[in-house]
């Protein structure tokens, strides 16, 4: 692969095991034990993504993320955490993870994550997002370039974020179940249906004009989410 990693965490030894299955798999990784180690290394050695661990000494995966989405809102994050603590894998998703996995985990499982994100970052557009450009009304998106602009103004989108927008766009009028998301968007067969909801909360607040009163992603009651084009007549 060739792609540059982050991996922050305070345990060696899942550090260590996440670096070998890395490198096997032929990503170049560096590794910091606190948060502040990992923000010093991203600003030093602009990483292609970071696996950060949510619980640390000093600085914790939460407030890194966060300081992540204010200056480099293109910047993949997958999010450690540990098994059970729901409220914390949603809080990481609000925050800004582009992913999740817990702990314990499988190494290959997250190389797997790990390749399907970077797929949609540095690769050709492939898969959901396809080729192209998406205009909704003032909403306009260039798949291609990844790039979202609301009124002329760019959105700071994370990557599952632009995923599911493109997604929604190309499939208007048709109600999704938060399973079918998972599957489509994320390329999950089974996993926490929050994930999508948190995407979707996320998604409204940056493209909706009333967030609490969406008119483009619409909730389907007992089935999901279904995209409204506002513009009927856009390009796609």
Known sequence: MGHRVLVVDDDPTVSDV???????????????????AGLAAIAAH??????????MPGINGLDVCRRIR??????PVIMLTALGEEADRVLGLEVGADDYMTKPFSPRELVLRIRSVLRRTTGPATGPAGLGRLVDAELAVDVARRVAELDGVPLSLTVREFDLLVFLMRHPGRAWSRADLLDKVWGWQFGDQSTVTVHVRRLREKIEKEPAEPRRICTVWGVGYRYDPLDQGGDR
């Not at 996440?18 to 502040?36: F, K, M, N, S, T």
């Not at 602009?46 to 619980?55: A, E, F, G, I, K």
């Open 46 to 55: 602009r990483p292609d993504l970071v696996v950060l661990d949510l619980m």
């Open 18 to 36: 996440v670096r070998r299955y890395l490198e096997q798999d032929g990503c170049e990784v560096r590794l910091a034990a606190d948060g502040a």
């Open 70 to 75: 204010r200056q480099l809102p293109d910047l």
